[in-house]
T-cell receptor, first 111, second 111 residues
Framework: GGIITQTPKFLIGQEGQKLTLKCQQN?????MYWYRQDSGKGLRLIYYSITENDLQKGDLSEGYDASREKKSSFSLTVTSAQKNEMAVFLCASSIGPDTQYFGPGTRLLVL | QQKVQQSPESLIVPEGGMASLNCTFSDRNSQYFWWYRQHSGEGPKALM?????GDKKEGRFTAHLNKASLYVSLHIKDSQPSDSALYFCAVRKNNNNRIFFGDGTQLVVKP
């Protein structure tokens, strides 16, 4: 089996700060995703990438940048953190559009 | 854009009881369906997939699909406290990389 690692586990930032979240997978999956989850609610797709150097916008891409540096890694940047923002960012990977495997999440709090 | 709606939002069942979760989708071209489960503090994990109309049983879990009625459901027999989690329905069209998730049903199994 494989694993998805997300760093950091917790991220506390200041309003207006640029914050970067990282995701690594060793499944050798081609497709990777970033989702945002607020307060145990639904998953909103921010960006996804179907191969190295590819980037596709999801439903919530405004305010975020992403980068697929290599097949195994996918980064997400919050371009300007919003005060009192609190959310969990989940990374996932899959073979094509098949079953997605999720990481444990990065919990963000903006002061 | 695909709309995936789950009901109920939350559900409480006694230990040993049957839990029934419902999901409707809007796109008649949808072909592939999953149920994901997310325990508190973790990322979602795929529970089971169903691609053909009818029932699919895996242990205590039975998924039911009716594409013509735009409906998929999950039934958990002999519910256990460890089944307490947030359950997501996920839907995909055949020729599209996007999986669309519902907003989830929060299941609590009371001992």
């Amino acid at each position: 089996g494989g694993i998805i690692t997300q760093t950091p586990k917790f991220l506390i930032g200041q309003e207006g700060q640029k914050l970067t979240l990282k995701c690594q997978q060793n499944f050798n999956h081609d497709t990777m995703y970033w989702y945002r989850q607020d307060s145990g609610k639904g998953l909103r797709l921010i960006y996804y990438s179907i191969t190295e150097n590819d980037l596709q916008k999801g439903d919530l891409s405004e305010g975020y940048d992403a980068s697929r540096e290599k097949k195994s890694s996918f980064s997400l940047t919050v371009t300007s953190a919003q005060k009192n923002e609190m959310a969990v960012f989940l990374c996932a990977s899959s073979i094509g559009p098949d079953t997605q495997y999720f990481g444990p999440g990065t919990r963000l709090l903006v002061l | 854009q695909q709309k995936v709606q789950q009901s109920p939002e939350s559900l409480i069942v006694p230990e040993g009881g049957m839990a029934s979760l419902n999901c409707t989708f809007s796109d008649r071209n949808s072909q592939y369906f999953w149920w994901y489960r997310q325990h508190s503090g973790e990322g979602p994990k795929a529970l089971m997939s169903i691609f053909s109309n009818g029932d699919k049983k895996e242990g205590r879990f039975t998924a039911h699909l009716n594409k013509a009625s735009l409906y998929v459901s999950l039934h958990i027999k002999d519910s256990q406290p460890s089944d307490s989690a947030l359950y997501f329905c996920a839907v995909r069209k055949n020729n599209n990389n996007r999986i669309f998730f519902g907003d989830g049903t929060q299941l609590v199994v009371k001992p």
